[in-house]
């Protein structure tokens, strides 16, 4: 049985992890002519993992190789969740201080921002293990229920990531289709970035996203017509009436106030 040793990362040593049916060990992390030095090229079939890259045995055969993917690839896709569980962990245990403990790390925050998202939206519950991460990311911005019926037909039918996000379009455009709104409706491109802060706040306000962001559209438009309207009636009153009247009407009473008043939007 072939094994893949990993390396510490970033100097610090990592706790023995195990999957089955291999094994992942860490070992101290030796640059490739040190290794070649002490005699310690990969044995045995091993696979061994550095800082620095991949050390290959030599005559290692297709299936093996081909195994050493499958597990490199397992690895990078839980490192997703991890570092995501990593800052929610952070972030509600060390409200003040979890910024220096990533800044130590030497991490993206914006990078590790996504992740805790995704973590945040599915519970260890909830998480399917056949499916990877980004297939978990695809939706995490749908409510709780689609979110399960996607992941259902992901797992039975073995979709890839990009196999799921087209069939999520392509049931959207028949949903569409079907529906006979009242008035017509329009698609907006959204930053995946800006589409999570978004989601934060309807979270933090405790309210569904679509209804969030249709309440805060139509205030948004409220404020901008009614600063119109204001600024209109004005000039209304500087047509019908002169300047003159139009500023002795703004303050019956008081004095005339120089320019056009102050619009608070």
Do not use: C
């Amino acid at each position: 049985m072939m094994a893949i040793q990993a390396s510490d990362i970033e100097g610090s040593r990592i706790g023995q992890i195990r999957t089955s049916p291999d094994q992942i060990r860490t070992s101290p992390d030796l640059a490739p002519r040190q290794r070649r030095a002490m005699g310690e090229d990969p044995r045995g079939g091993q696979v061994l993992t550095t800082k620095v890259g991949l050390q290959m045995p030599a005559g290692m055969s297709f299936d093996d190789w081909e195994k050493a993917g499958r597990q490199l690839s397992g690895i990078v896709d839980s490192s997703s969740w991890w570092l995501g569980d990593w800052l929610v962990y952070g972030k509600d245990h060390y409200t003040d201080r979890y910024q220096r403990g990533i800044r130590a790390a030497g991490l993206q925050y914006q990078t590790l921002r996504n992740y805790a998202w995704v973590s945040r939206r599915f519970d260890f519950s909830r998480r399917r293990g056949a499916l990877s991460f980004q297939h978990h990311a695809e939706l995490a911005s749908l409510p709780h229920d689609e979110q399960e019926a996607w992941l259902d037909r992901a797992e039975q039918r073995k979709w890839t990531t990009k196999q799921l996000r087209s069939a999520i379009r392509a049931a959207r455009e028949d949903e569409a289709q079907v529906r006979t709104p009242a008035e017509p409706t329009r698609r907006l491109e959204v930053p995946g970035s800006r589409l999570q802060w978004w989601h934060k706040a309807a979270e933090q306000a405790g309210v569904d996203f679509e209804r969030w962001v249709l309440v805060t559209l139509d205030s948004a438009a409220k404020e901008a017509l009614d600063a119109l309207e204001a600024l209109e009636e004005l000039d209304r009153l500087e047509d019908d009436h002169g300047p003159a009247e139009r500023e002795g009407a703004a303050e019956p009473g008081g004095p005339a106030p120089s320019g056009r008043p102050a619009i608070t939007a």
